[in-house]
């Protein structure tokens, strides 16, 4: 896994578009070992309040699951939350920061483009009811 998998170009100052947190995030599982290639496994990037805006603001939220007919209910396996100005991943069930080099490359790419920094997103790390301070 490289960053070459991951475009950096469509990146602009206002930061990353849904579709591009969504790529990131499959790049970051995919290290993680999920198998996402398995019949049934999804990524559902269409979470909202009961207002219809994201739960958490500054970041993209998105579960990952597995669903199969012969199962009788759906297992979600995590729900992470990826920042549109870092790239910053948490799996924010676990409270758990996804991190490893070739993510970090990435970040710090995309920081490049959007002038934001991971502490600049304090506020907004806090809103999601993890904190890494």
């Not at 396996?77 to 870092?86: A, E």
Request: one cysteine or more.
């Amino acid at each position: 896994m490289v960053v070459s998998e991951f475009n950096l170009s469509d990146i602009n100052r206002g930061g990353m578009t849904k579709a591009q947190a969504e790529k990131l995030l499959i790049i970051a599982l995919k290290y993680q070992k999920y198998d996402l290639s398995l019949d049934g496994v999804f990524v559902d990037g269409d979470l909202q309040d009961k207002h219809g805006n994201p739960p958490h603001p500054g970041y993209y939220d998105f579960s990952l699951g597995y669903d199969t007919p012969t199962a009788g209910a759906i297992d979600y396996w995590g729900l992470f939350s990826v920042s549109s100005q870092t790239g910053d991943i948490w799996e924010i069930n676990k409270c758990e920061r996804v991190i490893f080099p070739q993510l970090q490359k990435i970040q710090q790419e995309i920081m490049k483009k959007t002038g934001a920094t991971f502490a600049s997103e304090v506020v907004q790390r806090r809103g999601l009811g993890c904190t890494d301070e």
